[in-house]
Nanobody, 131 residues
Framework: QVQLAESGGGSVQTGGSLRLSCAAS????????IAWFRQAPGKEREGIAV????????EYVDSVKGRFTISQDNAKNTLDLQMNSLKPEDTAMYYC????????????????????????WGQGTQVTVSS
């Protein structure tokens, strides 16, 4: 069983930065895809970034590419999302999720991150960006 817990959310002004952390407990081996999702008020949840624990490769959707970066701390068993140049449209509840899978699986890529394939979820952390 894998448990995930996000932290680091908060309120910032446009152009500011936040660093979210996803702490994993339980057994996670080298063959996991960790994804960050977000859900804005009144909108569906969307996947925005993924990282494969096996080779460290990461992908981002266009709306966050160049502004958000995933990093992995194996000693702490955390996967962080550094968010820079934040915009009001980044306001959302942010979730991390995990699935055991191989690199390149179709549902764990920036082309289409399918939340239905992820069995493990954190509780979410709120990010609010004011103009």
């Amino acid at each position: 069983q894998v448990q995930l817990a996000e932290s680091g959310g908060g309120s910032v002004q446009t152009g500011g930065s936040l660093r979210l952390s996803c702490a994993a407990s339980g057994y996670i081996n080298d063959n996991y895809c960790i994804a960050w999702f977000r859900q804005a008020p009144g909108k569906e949840r969307e996947g925005i970034a993924v990282r494969y624990t096996s080779d460290g490769s990461s992908e981002y959707v266009d709306s966050v590419k160049g502004r958000f970066t995933i990093s992995q701390d194996n000693a702490k068993n955390t996967l962080d999302l550094q968010m820079n140049s934040l915009k009001p449209e980044d306001t959302a509840m942010y979730y991390c999720a995990a699935v055991s899978t191989y690199v390149g699986n179709y549902y764990c890529s920036a082309g289409g991150i399918l939340e239905s394939k992820f069995p493990y979820w954190g509780q979410g952390t709120q990010v609010t960006v004011s103009s």
